[in-house]
């Protein structure tokens, strides 16, 4: 059972930084691919991020590009998303996903991201 715990997450000011890491169970080098999801009060789950675990590479939502990288660390079993130059409109509970042929899909418990001054 694959078991994925989120941290990082907070209260910062527009324009702030915060970085969230994603702690797998186990070597992700399992995982297809690991990504960031956020939910924002009222609207519906929304892709944010995506790296392919095995050749690190990285696909980012368009309202992100530039401001968010996505990063893994394989000796740790770790995804980080680094978030820069935060928005209001970036305020959400952040979810981890790991996505495996032979496993499906799992997700994390979330982490509560606000951006307000």
């Known amino acids: 059972q694959v078991q994925l715990v989120e941290s990082g997450g907070g209260l910062v000011q527009p324009g702030g930084s915060l970085r969230l890491s994603c702690s797998a169970s186990?070597?992700?080098?399992?995982?297809?691919?690991m990504g960031w999801y956020r939910q924002a009060p009222g609207k519906q789950r929304e892709w944010v991020a995506v790296i392919n675990t095995r050749v690190g590479t990285t696909t980012y939502a368009d309202s992100v590009k530039g401001r968010f990288t996505i990063s893994r660390d394989l000796a740790k079993n770790t995804v980080s998303l680094q978030m820069n130059s935060l928005k209001p409109e970036d305020t959400a509970v952040y979810y981890c996903?790991?996505?495996?042929?032979?496993?499906?899909?799992?997700w994390g418990q979330g982490t509560q991201v606000t951006v307000s001054s």
């Open positions: 186990g070597n992700i080098f399992r995982f297809n691919a």
């Open positions: 996903n790991a996505q495996s042929d032979l496993l499906g899909s799992t």
